[in-house]
């Protein structure tokens, strides 16, 4: 199947959200199941690549929580660290 458009993909969310009155990715995935679905072909469906692509996330997710807060006299700036510091 080839990549569904951006039209595709907004269509089907928003079945999904008219014919269960909500919309959480847990409903997503669940839909996303079935190989006709138009999602379908977004996820990875091998378990042991979707795992480590998980924990990349996670890592991801870990890293930008990461924040450096930096004082001065006039003003404080803060940023996501990348250096571990």
Known sequence: ???PSRKEIDAEINRIYTEYGALTPNLVVEVAKNPKSVLHHLFEWDNAKAGESFRVAQARAI???????????TRKISAV???GA
């Open 63 to 73: 890293i930008t929580s990461v924040k450096v807060n930096i004082i001065t006299e």
């Open 81 to 83: 660290s990348y250096d």
């Open 1 to 3: 199947m080839n990549k």
